[in-house]
């Protein structure tokens, strides 16, 4: 059974370069994890589709518009990357509220921080800060990375602009990030270092965690059944309508993506550890939310 994450909106900018991404999980039958015994392959490696990269590239490009946009990311939200997104009034909110808890938030955590420029500093030839405005009594300061493409801009008062921030310094009076680039960068960088964990997952080597090879089975599925006049990347009308109408995942269809990465030689272990954790669940009464698994687009709970 196929369960998204989120509807699929905005999903078509021109792509130019490989990209990799998911924002979907699939829950596979019982039976399909009996089958996913280790099997030999000489050569470990599978290479992605046409129609695969396509997908990969379309979901990456509408993520990367979350994180020029200051929005919540899929990276973050669902592929286990430590980023938190948030804005310079939200944070000097949760600092005045309980600064132990807002340190243990947004101390271990890069910062995808927005918010409207109330003043910058040019504090040595080399280092630029910025104080976000609306933050009350409290100072939200971020110190820009030296060799940024945000320093490319004029900052000035009263604009709007999206950092992506190293985790903050809670300090007397207010709050401090440093090392801050564009949102983009911080995109860019995050799902280059994605790209590469799926990159490995293809040539066979065991992944961190479930989220890799649950990106790399759905978009298999999903390239299956988007139709090839999707529109996909180039018109992104027609995109956007093409996966909204896109049909059900049938569950054979789900067991041949997983025989393919098996003769492969590309390690699913997680999957039949994950559907360890399913039953345990289901045995004691859990629910499939509670394993990972996500509301079709259509349900209220995506709305």
């Known amino acids: 059974m196929l369960f998204f994450i989120r509807k ?3 999903m078509c900018e021109r792509l ?4 990799w991404g998911v924002i979907v999980l699939v829950m596979l039958p019982g039976f399909v994890y009996a089958n996913l015994m280790p099997r030999v392959c000489l050569v470990p490696g599978y290479v992605p589709s046409d129609s695969e ?3 990969f590239e379309s979901i990456v490009s509408d993520d990367m518009r979350n994180f020029r946009l200051g929005r919540e990311t899929v990276a973050a939200n669902k ?3 430590a980023l938190i997104s948030d804005s310079a009034s939200e944070v000097a909110r949760a600092y005045a509220k309980n600064r132990t808890e807002a340190d243990r938030l947004y101390s271990n955590k890069r910062v995808l921080l927005s918010g409207e420029i109330a003043a910058v500093y040019q504090e040595t030839v080399s280092e630029t800060s910025v104080v976000f405005a609306g933050t009350g009594t409290l100072q939200v300061r971020a110190q820009l990375k030296t060799n940024s493409a945000v320093l490319i801009r004029s900052l000035k008062q ?3 602009v999206v950092l992506g921030c190293m985790p903050a310094k809670s300090v007397k009076g207010g709050v401090q990030f440093k090392d801050c680039i564009s949102g983009e960068e911080m995109g860019t960088f995050v799902w280059n270092t994605l790209r590469g964990y799926l990159a490995d997952f293809y040539q066979g080597k065991r992944p961190a965690d479930i989220t ?5 089975i759905n978009i298999a599925l999903f390239a299956q059944v988007l139709p090839p006049d999707s529109g996909c990347p180039d018109d992104m009308a027609r995109c956007d309508a093409a996966f909204e109408a896109m049909p059900p995942i049938e569950s054979h269809m ?3 993506v997983i025989r393919r990465f098996q ?3 590309l390690n699913l272990d997680h999957y039949a550890e994950l559907h360890k954790r399913q039953m345990e669940s289901t045995a004691s009464g859990g629910t499939h939310e509670e394993t990972g698994a996500m509301p079709h687009p259509a349900s209220d709970a995506c709305k």
């Open 8 to 10: 699929l909106d905005g």
């Open 212 to 216: 890799i090879p649950t990106m790399a």
């Open 79 to 81: 592929l286990n990357v």
């Open 158 to 160: 009263g604009d709007n």
């Open 53 to 55: 990269i396509v997908v």
């Open 16 to 19: 130019r370069r490989m990209k």
């Open 254 to 256: 789900t067991q041949a």
């Open 263 to 265: 003769d492969a030689g």
